[in-house]
């Protein structure tokens, strides 16, 4: 499937399920592919207002501002998402916000009700999720089979994935996918990279081939 049809297919989701925030999750990402910023930063801040404390969200809206070309605007979503990855303790994505606010020129806020449990527990070896930059439970094993299954139990927590698959059975319903299909199970798969933050150059780099669609 090409971009375009991709793009397609998540505008028809976020439009049919304002309150999924997956889909406006993957539309960002499709757009930010297709070069689209703007439209990016906007499907990321209506991921934000579906789920909002997923400060992930803000942080991409950001950075997308930024690149397109609306610094103003981009310092004011940065500096929110700050403040609720902060509070909230998101590790990864206050330290992104805070190096994108500096390469704007900005001091980082400071925050009254900061979130210090990330950082103590991120120096004390705990097991951080790559996709929400909080501490939570290493899955025992890899979901499945392969260099993702190994990546995904490497770098997503066991809280993150059942949220994926909660997110996947909507994808199934809606997209009607039957999974005994190559092509059903392929655009599950997408849908699932998307979620989990691995991008085609990641797959590559695991795979040794690029993505497909």
Same mark, same amino acid.
């Given at each position: 499937?090409d971009?375009?049809?991709r793009?397609?297919?998540?505008?028809n989701m976020?439009?049919a399920d304002?309150?999924? *925030?997956m %889909?406006h999750f993957?539309?960002g990402?499709?757009y930010v592919q297709?070069g689209?910023h703007?439209d990016a930063?906007?499907? $990321?801040?209506d991921c934000?207002?579906?789920a909002?404390?997923?400060?992930?969200a803000l942080?991409?809206a950001a950075?997308?501002?930024?690149?397109?070309?609306d610094p103003?605007?981009?310092? *004011?979503? %940065?500096?929110?998402? $700050? *403040?609720?990855?902060?509070?909230?303790g998101d590790?990864?994505?206050?330290?992104?916000?805070?190096r994108?606010?500096?390469s704007?020129?900005?001091?980082v806020?400071e925050?009254?009700?900061?979130d210090?449990t990330?950082?103590?527990l991120? %120096?004390?070896?705990?097991?951080?999720?790559?996709k929400t930059?909080?501490?939570g439970r290493?899955?025992?094993?890899?979901p499945?089979k392969?260099a993702?299954?190994?990546?995904?139990r490497?770098?997503?927590?066991?809280q993150t994935?059942q949220?994926?698959?909660?997110?996947g059975?909507?994808v199934?319903?809606e997209l009607r996918l039957?999974l005994?299909r190559?092509?059903d199970a392929?655009?599950y798969?997408?849908y699932m990279r998307?979620y989990?933050?691995?991008?085609?150059?990641?797959?590559?780099?695991?795979?040794?081939?690029?993505?497909?669609g």
């Amino acid at each position: 499937m090409d971009l375009a049809a991709r793009i397609a297919q998540f505008e028809n989701m976020a439009k049919a399920d304002p309150s999924n *925030e997956m %889909a406006h999750f993957s539309l960002g990402g499709a757009y930010v592919q297709a070069g689209r910023h703007a439209d990016a930063a906007k499907a $990321y801040m209506d991921c934000f207002g579906a789920a909002p404390e997923m400060s992930k969200a803000l942080q991409l809206a950001a950075e997308c501002l930024s690149k397109a070309g609306d610094p103003t605007r981009a310092i *004011e979503v %940065a500096r929110q998402g $700050y *403040e609720v990855a902060a509070t909230r303790g998101d590790l990864m994505p206050k330290q992104a916000i805070a190096r994108l606010l500096q390469s704007l020129g900005q001091p980082v806020p400071e925050v009254a009700n900061e979130d210090k449990t990330a950082e103590a527990l991120a %120096a004390s070896g705990a097991f951080m999720c790559a996709k929400t930059g909080r501490p939570g439970r290493q899955m025992d094993r890899p979901p499945f089979k392969g260099a993702v299954g190994e990546w995904i139990r490497a770098n997503i927590s066991e809280q993150t994935w059942q949220e994926w698959i909660r997110q996947g059975t909507k994808v199934i319903n809606e997209l009607r996918l039957d999974l005994s299909r190559d092509q059903d199970a392929e655009t599950y798969d997408r849908y699932m990279r998307e979620y989990l933050g691995i991008d085609d150059a990641l797959l590559a780099e695991l795979t040794g081939s690029a993505a497909r669609g």
